[in-house]
């Protein structure tokens, strides 16, 4: 936002990351919620503030996914009660801004207000998640922010544009890193799902022909379709294991690592394991190539 009819004149200072930072999101969407009612479908935590080990300007952002845009508008006097001021769209087409200062030109909280399947809610969480998911890309977001706050001490707008062209990259790379991982977080869990029906035709037909699986019974891997077959035979003729995958994400190496819920009975029914483990996967060309398992 460069035009000067949209300036918001506050004091540009970033500081290390605090984990406050989170409870202050949580205690807050607290108020938000109950000011703000059944509109509201989700609370997202964004900015700077939501990633870990960077540097920031404390300053909580909020993204809130509602269900009818023009019922925020209805809803600024409640919000007034507990602290915001309203802008309306503020520059941003679609979006309902609140914002909070604890005295003059100390900003304390910033809510971000989109309809539900508004691309301006996928943007937002790509970049959140990318930068979380890639540390040294927001390391090097954190010197970037540290060096214009030092530049641009009285000056939001020289600020903001000083990171305009780093954001924008950064957001075209999070927005195909959020395909890339829905498209493999899909076929691990078609996977999954055949597996749990023993349809194992249905698994070789995601894996690399020379995949190497984790062998959770002997340790080590078995190699390709066949010996993945065998062994899968051979286990399910001693025991009868469930595996549901409760979390997707992905590791600093690219690998995406799976929490999954891990239950095995024998063959009368009986209970032997039920724990949580991770399955950690290297997938090329959207096949899976190797499969280890680790301690949760």
């Known amino acids: 936002m460069s035009s000067s009819q949209f300036k918001d004149a506050i004091k540009v200072e970033v500081v290390p990351h605090d984990p406050a930072w989170r409870e202050d999101f949580e205690a807050e969407s607290q108020q938000i919620a109950s000011a703000m009612g059944e509109n509201i479908i989700t609370i997202h935590h964004i900015g700077s503030t939501a990633i870990p080990g960077i540097y920031a300007k404390p300053i909580i952002d909020f993204l809130i996914e509602v269900k009818d845009i023009a019922k925020t508008d209805e809803q600024s006097a409640v919000m007034e009660a507990i602290g915001y001021e309203a802008m309306g769209e503020f520059g941003l087409p679609g979006r309902r801004y609140f914002r909070k200062n604890r005295s003059p030109g100390i900003r304390t909280h910033n809510i971000h207000t989109y309809e539900v399947g508004s691309p301006e809610i996928t943007r937002h969480l790509a970049f959140r998640d990318y930068m979380i998911a890639h540390p040294e890309a927001a390391q090097q977001y954190s010197e970037l922010k540290r060096e214009l706050a030092k530049k641009y001490p009285q000056d939001i707008e020289g600020y903001m544009d000083g990171k305009d062209g780093f954001v924008k990259t950064m957001e075209k790379k999070a927005l195909e890193w959020q395909t890339m991982m829905q498209t493999h977080q899909d076929l691990l869990a078609k996977a999954y799902a055949a597996f749990n029906v023993r349809d194992i035709d249905a698994v ?28 899968w035979t051979r286990q399910w003729s001693l025991m009868n294991p469930h595996v549901e995958p409760e979390r997707f994400q992905q590791d600093e190496t690219g690998r995406m690592v799976v929490d999954v819920h891990q239950v095995v009975r024998d063959l009368d029914g009986n209970v032997i394991v039920d724990q949580m483990v991770q399955h950690v996967y290297i997938i090329e060309n959207d096949l899976i190539r190797r499969m280890d398992i680790q301690e949760s």
Do not use: F, I, K, T
């Open 204 to 231: 070789l037909a995601v894996m690399h022909p020379d995949v190497e699986w984790a062998n959770g019974m002997e340790g080590g891997h078995v190699h390709g379709h066949e010996a993945v077959r065998d062994y």
